[in-house]
């Protein structure tokens, strides 16, 4: 569910708008050592340096078909990561974002690319182990093989208790999901409005998911993304508790909707409020954004 007012009228999923930027595409390597952590020395696109420009970080939640905020279908999806590379986008983790250390081949534009509530459409194994091609991770998967410079690199804001049921729990999904190169993100355990809750709780909620991220095998401290991108009464908390012994801190704080963010090293970034893009095709989501991009009323970051 949605808290942002403008985010009211959603109309129905239709195809991106084919780019209007021309880049220089890259071509897959032609050599027989793909890797996916091969990064193409050729510049990305024709865009110049330029490092304080807008850096998008795509939501997504359910990649299927339905109605409202929460849905991006297999087919927008698809249209969505071929739009995105077009671009000239490459994926980057939240972490790498929040830490000013992303990897990108020059005139490339960070794409944070971010799976809220662990639902299960974000990632499914078949019964013989591998991957639906028809969930969020099998499909990335498809495309990187033909784009081996847009690697499975998602960073994935869970619910400990769900990790993408409602099935039991595979420890082969995140065990998959950080072989691909992807990571975990807080999200509480419950999902709860943090603004109803006791400091105590909110801090219960935080920390106990922070430990299981942990237990996950996910080395904190980690990002964060707030539940209905609500923040608890006292924001201060985001910054940091003692929680059972230890101290628990965020590296990055993320909202819901609904507009680029600003690249780290800008004076507008604030750490703890990060705004992202909701993937749907109405008002103030990816579609209405990469217009904005095309047209040139967006500049985006560029790696020099
Ligand atoms: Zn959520």
Not at 20 to 34: C, G, L, R
Not at 271 to 296: H, T, V
Request: include cysteine.
């Amino acid at each position: 569910m949605i808290v942002l007012g403008i985010l009211t009228a959603v109309a129905g999923c239709s195809s991106p708008t084919p780019p209007q930027i021309a880049n220089t595409a890259i071509t897959a390597p032609k050599s027989s050592k793909q890797s996916s952590k091969q990064v193409p020395k050729e510049r990305v696109s024709n865009r110049p340096a330029n490092t304080k420009g807008s850096v998008y970080v795509a939501e997504y939640h359910h990649i299927r078909a339905g109605k409202g905020d929460m849905f991006r279908s297999v087919s927008d999806f698809k249209a969505d990561l071929e739009h995105y590379y077009k671009l000239g986008f490459r994926p980057v983790l939240a972490s790498e974002y929040l830490a000013n250390k992303m990897s990108l081949p020059p005139g490339a534009s960070p794409i944070v690319m971010t799976f809220d509530d662990s639902t299960p459409s974000q990632i499914q194994l078949k019964s013989d182990g591998t991957v639906d091609p028809n969930c969020a991770v099998g499909i990335w998967q498809e495309f990187a093989k033909t784009h081996p410079d847009f690697p499975v690199h998602g960073t994935f804001f869970v619910l400990p208790d769900v990790m993408w049921g409602p099935r039991k729990f595979d420890p082969r999904k995140v065990k998959l999901l950080f072989d691909l190169g992807s990571e975990l993100g807080n999200h509480t355990i419950t999902h709860p409005k943090l603004s109803h809750l006791t400091d105590d709780k909110v801090q219960s909620e935080l920390g106990t998911a922070a430990e299981r991220l942990e237990a996950f095998g996910q080395k904190g401290p980690h990002s964060m993304a707030l539940p209905f991108g609500i923040s608890p009464k006292h924001p201060a908390i985001l910054k940091g508790f003692d929680w059972k012994g230890s101290h628990v801190t965020f590296t990055g704080v993320f909202l819901v909707g609904a507009n680029p963010a600003p690249p780290p090293t800008s004076p507008k970034f604030n750490r703890n409020r990060i705004p992202r893009i909701i993937a749907i095709s109405g008002p103030y989501g990816i579609d209405y954004w990469l217009k904005q991009l095309e047209q040139g009323r967006v500049k985006p970051y560029v790696q020099p």
